[in-house]
Structure formats: C-alpha cells, structure tokens
C-alpha cells in the first residue's frame, strides 16, 4: 500500500515480496494456524518461503540468494517497528530482543540496514556472499573434531574429499525429512516411539517440542543453499498432517549442556533464531513411507545415543587433561565448567543432527563422567561439579524421561554409588591419622547426588557397613602399635612419663577424630561426639533416647565410638604391662618410681576409662586400674604419716601467738577468731592432703576406704600432737611463779618467820591476781 515511511520498503522487489507474502498470508489454511499458535516464527517462515520463490522467478541469476536474507531482514526490522510502535517492548523484551539479534544476522553479509543513516534503497544492493568452502581450515568445527579425536586435517580433509558428493545439503534434509515422516508414523525405530515412555503425557510432551525443531533445523539447512534445496520445497508436507493438538504453541529447549556457561552469540539459536519454527506450511516433499523406512539416514547413526555417549567421553577427555581448554583460574569463572566452548558447540551440534532429547544429553554426560570417575580419570570435585552441570542443563524429572534413560541412570547412580563406598572406605583408612584426608566431600555427594534421588535403590548396606566397621577396627589396632611403638626398647629406659605422654597423646588423636566426625556415617545423627570428651550425661542421655525408640544404632559408622572401644581398652592393658614391668626394675635397682609419676599416669588412664565409659555406659571397663597403681597411694599415705608430725612443729616453732585481729583491726577478735597462725597453717595442710587423696576420684570403694581410714589415723596424730604441744605450754605457763615467790624461796627460815609475823600483825588479806602470758590470752568473762 506504501504507508511505510522507510526509503527501503519502496524497492519494487521488495514490493513484489511483501504482496506475495500478504497473498500467502491470507490462505485460511495458514492463516488460521497462526491466529491459533500467535508465534512469530510461522509469519517468519512463510515470509521466507514466499520471498524465495518470487525472487526466483524475476532473477535468472543467483543474486536472490543473498537478496532473499535481506527481505527476510525487512520483514522482521517492520515486526519490530510495529512493536516499538505499540509500545509492547517493556511485556515483551524477549521478543523484541531477538528480532533484533535475527536482523543483525541475517545481515551478515551486507551493512546494518537498522542504521537511520543507512535506511536507503541502496543498502539493499551490495555483493552477493562468498561461496561455501570445503577446506577444513575454513571448518571450526572439523578442527575440534580433529583435536578431540587425534586426527589430523588432512585426513579430515581427504575424508570429505571423499564423500563430497554423499554428504551434501540435500541429504541432511532428506534426513530430517525421512526423520520427520518417522516421526508422524510414531511405530518406527528411528524415532521415539509412545512404547520408549513410561506415560503417554511424557510422550506427547516431548512430540510437541520435536516437531518445531525439525523445522528450526529445515529451515537452516534450506537456507544454506537456497538455490539447490528450494526445488524440493513443493507439495505438501507429512508434518502438516499431524494432530491438531501438536499445532499449539511450545518452546523446545535447544540448548548445550551448559547454557550459563556459554556467550550470548552461543545461547541463542545456531539457525539464526531463537525459537522454534513450524514448518507445517513449509512445502517439502518427502519420499514414500516405505521407502524412508527401508532407507537408512545419512547423517544420523544407527544408534545416535552410543554415539553421543563416546563424543562426549572424547570431550570430556581432552578438555580436562587440557589446561587452557577450561576457564577454571579465571576470576569469576562458572566452577560447574566442564567443557570447553569449542567442545559445547560440537556436542550442541550433535544433538540437533543426531535429535538427541535435551535429558538425554545430560543422562549420556552423566554416563561419561561415570566411566572416567570409575577409571580414576578424574577426582570428587570434578564429579561434584558434573552432577551440578547436568542438573543444570536439563529439568531433572525423571517422569518425563525415556524408560531407556531412566534405567541407564539407575546405573549410573548404582555404579557411582559403589565407586564412592571404594573411596569413603579408602578414605576412612586414614581417618586416625594425625592429618587425615576429608570425607565431606564423598558424603556430600552421596547425600545430596545419589541417596537423595527418587531413582536410586539403596540395597542391602548392612555388608558394606560391618566391613567399614572391621576395616576401621583394624587400623585403629595398627594405630595403637604405632603409638606403643613409640616406647623406648630398652626396660631400663622406661619410664610413667613415657606412658603419660602416651596416654594424653591418645586423648588429643580422640579429640581430633572427635572435631573431624562430628556425625555417624553412614546412619543416623545422634549428637555431636564432642560431648564424649565433655559432657558425659547429655551423651548418655541421647544414647539411652534412641535406644528405647527401638533404633539400630550399629548401622552407622561412627570412627570415634570405633577408636575409643579399641584403643582405650588395649592401650590400658598395655600399660599395666608396662608399670609393672617399670616397678620391677625399679625394685631390681633398688629404687622406687616417683609417686607423682604414678598419680598423673592414674588421673590419664582414669580419662582413658571414663571417655570410655561415657561410649558404652553398658560396657565394663576390662582393666582395673587400681589393682596395679594403688602401691603409689599406700606409699604416698605412709610418707604423709611420717611428715605430718614435723608439719605440726614447724607450725608451732614459727607461731608468735599473737591474735591478728586485735593488732590489724584494732578491736576485740570474735570467738572464732581467737587462733594464732599455727592452727591454720596445720588445718590448711591437713586440709590439703584429704582434697589430694579426693581429686584421684579412686573408682574402687573398698581401697577408698582403706585410703582414707588410713588417712585419718594420720591427720589424728597431727592434731594429737598440737594439742599436746599447746598443752605443756599452757601447763607450763599456769606452773610459773610471780617474783615475790622466787624471792620467798630464797629467804632463810628466820626470814620466813619475821614475814608471817608481820603478815599476823597487819591482819590484812591481800590476793595478788594472776597475771597469764599474751599468748594465752583468754575473753573476758562478763
């Protein structure tokens, strides 16, 4: 009509386009198909089609070719104009963006027309682009299948030499074709059939989402070369002949296995659109049904999934032993990055030719990773990571996969699963060592990859559990040798100190293992074994909570409760050994090992017991401490009876009995005040000797109580002889005579009687009072 303002649009070629397309357009087979799905990329399509086949008619030439991409180019830049227009950008953004970025590439060959500078008829005409070329220098591609596979180019090159004349357009598209016709047939093996699906809703939801794609793929192949494969585009299509409910709109999720990982350029479409497009009224003929069912495909193997399986094995190969293939240093860099972007682009590739689904990519990526975990080809961290990738590139519902799929992935998780209990078994062989290798990893992956997935079978673990459990018991004895071992040889040489290092050296490997395994493996979550070095009730607490709700606690696999029942008890039974081979030297030596020396190793080995105690409250400690250290109390006792009456003295000798309260205060002492130092100092030590003889905590009652009815024999003679000390100083001060007794003792008996006649005479009584020492200074009496 010639309302569009743009200089571009008068172009009589153009004109001549844009009426064919509008006749097309008006059909009411197509018409209303797209009043129905409301998608642009049938208007695309049909605008393609018609623009090829009315340049053909009016060029003799094969400037339609290019011509036909720049029309196409108009076409989408008016979609867009109308939606700027409209102002329907802000609901619809991704449309509008990728009209834009479908311009910009279907004017690849030309300058952007989008341009207000450059809006003029003279931009339609311009050189044609430059013809295909079959030298592999020119293949990106080819060049990563020659790297990927170790081939060299000119073999590659030879190889397409070869077979130019059978790998041409024309078959791809007879591929697709006889794929498509496969397809509508729905009973063919070269295709997916309804039986490959668990649920017809699975079916049906993937059918819907295959259909546009092949027509995404036609339309690129026919636009490869327009001028050979445009000749096949008449009559009608077998795809046309679909259900009316395979026509309604869908979006197929044609990406790589990692789209985040990928550019812009890379997400969106390789054919130069970002959708999907219905061929439904793209014309192209197809061969008979019987023949396209007797007629293998040309591009498409024979078991396109076993062959997707082995490139991406390949890839996965290369990329990882190569270090610049992957972005894994560079900051910001996605982790989860498995593959290179040359790699992503050949297995994207693949997939669309080969229509491989998208969860079957990421199944057949999973199977491949398994076989190089499974070869020791890669490490946790890696296979973290791949499970990550593929669970990001796909919706991992497994109702809507294949029953092929679906049972190849019970495998894989079976066969990772196996290959992880190697490897915590493996890593739990260090798991006493000082530094020991870190299972979370493993445990990580088995929690939230495999025992957390609806398709994994765990099976009967009870076997794999008592072998972890004997594997670890075992090593925990080879620690313990290793620990004893470190004993001096020679018995002349031994000492309880050696033994007190040994034992807190054993508490502090406890400790460890304690802060490293802070759980049961493979079990339940009890409590945090930290509480078994401190807080010894709450353990016992949970302990008994659980047992009497019926739970199997030896399911799990808990390395601390496994070093504490065997190298407490054997350590301690080693260490009677070894004391009492000590003593005996000792005794041959005529000497007699530090009572010290023998307290610290009884209060070492007694946390030994009670860390033990607290594991297995129901388990009897197999070694009596007591019955091999108890000489060193009875010593110690004897050697306390013989220092507490020199204690006494001492306190006595260096007492001035003079009350501190009166002298520092300046007031009259209470009646519990009325001490001199000497007191305190002989309580304060007898005090101190039973707080000793507590502090051992003696676990055996009897011997306790020989220990301290022993004891108080001895603290009754340190009283006993204060009190009779304090006694003959206070005899002794009541026994003193005044003055003028000594001086009557001296006088003569004349004198005497001269005395008490003058006592007669004065006929007086007088009482002299008696006058005490300071030191035995008594309260007044009211």
């Known amino acids: 009509m010639g309302r569009e303002p743009g200089a571009e649009y008068k172009d009589a070629a153009v004109k001549r386009t844009f009426g064919a397309f509008y006749a097309a357009f008006r059909e009411p087979r197509f018409y209303e198909g797209v009043a129905k799905s409301r998608r642009a990329e049938d208007l695309v399509l049909i605008f393609y089609s018609s623009a090829t086949k009315e340049l053909q008619k009016v060029k003799q ?55 207000e500078t450059r809006r003029t008829s003279t931009a339609m005409v311009s050189a ?61 093996r070269r295709t997916l059939r309804s039986d490959d699906f668990d649920t017809d809703e699975a079916w049906e939801a993937w059918r819907k989402l295959e259909t546009p794609a092949l027509s995404q793929i036609m339309l690129g192949i026919v636009q490869s070369n327009p001028s050979e494969l445009a000749k096949t585009t008449s009559g009608p299509s077998p795809i046309t002949a679909r259900p009316q409910s395979l026509q309604q709109n869908s979006s197929y999720p044609y990406h790589d296995l990692s789209r985040s990982s990928t550019s812009s350029d890379a997400s969106s479409s390789m054919y130069g659109f970002d ?23 040309t591009y498409i193997p024979p078991d396109s999934r076993v062959y997707f399986r082995h490139v991406v094995e390949k890839c996965l190969s290369y990329d990882l032993r190569d270090p610049d293939a992957l ?21 994207s590739e693949c997939c ?44 991992f519902d497994w109702r ?77 004895s080879e620690v313990l040798k290793e620990i004893v071992s470190e004993l001096p040889q020679d018995r002349n040489e031994l000492d309880p100190f050696h033994l007190v290092e040994l034992t807190q050296k054993i508490i502090k490997l406890a400790e460890k293992i304690s802060k490293r395994f802070k759980e049961p493996i493979m079990g339940y979550v009890l409590v945090d074994l930290r509480l078994l070095i401190f807080v010894r009730f709450y353990f016992i607490l949970f302990y008994s909570y659980y047992s009497n709700m019926g ?15 065997i190298v407490f008890p054997e350590f301690a039974a080693v260490a009677r050994d070894v004391v009492l081979e000590i003593m005996q030297a000792y005794q041959e030596k005529n000497q007699e090992v530090e009572i010290e020396d023998g307290f610290d190793l009884y209060r070492e080995l007694s946390e030994i017991r009670r860390i033990y105690g607290d594991a297995f409250p129901k388990n009897k400690f197999p070694i009596r401490l007591e019955d091999f ?154």
């Open 629 to 782: 250290l108890a000489d060193f109390v009875w010593r110690w006792i004897k050697n306390t009876d013989a220092k507490v009456i020199g204690w006494v003295d001492e306190a006595i000798k260096h007492d001035d009995f003079v009350i501190r309260i009166r002298e520092e205060q300046g007031r009259e002492p209470m009646d519990d005040e009325r001490h001199t130092m000497s007191v305190v100092d002989i309580f304060r030590s007898l005090n101190q000797t039973v707080d000793y003889i507590k502090k051992l905590e003696w676990k055996d009652e009897v011997q306790y109580g020989k220990f301290v009815t022993a004891l108080a024999k001895t603290l009754g003679s340190g009283v006993a002889r204060y009190c009779e000390v304090l006694e003959k100083l206070f005899t002794f001060e009541m026994d003193k005579q005044t003055p003028e007794q000594e001086a009557a003792a001296r006088q003569t008996r004349q004198q005497r009687w001269m005395a008490m006649a003058r006592d007669a005479w004065s006929n007086k009584d007088k009482i002299e009072p008696f006058q005490f020492a300071p030191e035995v200074y008594l309260p007044s009496i009211p």
């Open 275 to 297: 959708h999907p497009v219905d061929m439904g009224n793209f014309d192209v003929s197809s061969p008979a049904a019987d023949d396209t069912l007797d007629t293998p495909y």
């Open 327 to 347: 972005p894994m240093d560079i900051p910001g860099a996605d982790p989860t990055v498995l593959l290179s972007k040359n790699s992503l682009d050949l297995l």
């Open 61 to 115: 030439d094969d400037s339609w070719k290019w011509l036909s991409d720049r029309h196409v180019a108009l076409f989408v830049r008016l979609m867009y104009s109308v939606i700027k227009d409209k102002d329907w950008i802000g609901s619809y953004p991704e449309l509008a963006s990728q009209l834009a970025t479908l311009e910009s590439k279907l004017l690849q060959h030309d300058q952007n027309l989008a341009e």
């Open 352 to 395: 669309a030719r080969w229509r491989i689904p998208q969860f079957s990519r990421s199944i057949l990526f999973l199977d491949a990773v398994r076989k190089l975990y499974q070869d020791q080809e890669i490490d946790l961290v890696t296979l973290d990571a791949a499970w990550l990738y593929a669970k990001g590139a796909t919706d």
């Open 551 to 565: 739970i199997n606690l030896t399911r799990s696999v808990d390395p601390m409760m496994i070093f504490v029942e």
């Open 400 to 476: 809507t996969w294949t029953i092929a799929d679906q049972n190849l992935y019970r495998q894989i998780l079976s066969s990772i699963h196996d290959n992880l209990l190697r490897d915590l078994y493996d890593l739990l062989q260090h798991a006493f060592d000082p530094k020991s290798k870190p299972v979370g990893r493993v445990m990580y992956i088995l929690n939230e990859h495999v025992y957390e997935d609806p398709l994994f079978t765990s099976g009967n673990l009870e076997s794999y559990v008592e072998q972890l459990k004997e594997g670890l018991r075992s090593r925990a």
């Open 128 to 188: 044609p682009p430059a013809p295909l070329s079959y030298n592999v220098n020119d293949m990106p591609l080819v060049k990563v299948v020659a790297r990927t596979f170790g081939v060299s180019l000119q073999t590659c090159q030879q190889d397409i030499n070869a077979n130019r004349s059978a790998w041409t357009e024309k078959a791809a598209l007879m591929d697709m074709k006889a794929y498509s016709n496969n397809l509508s047939l729905g009973n063919t």
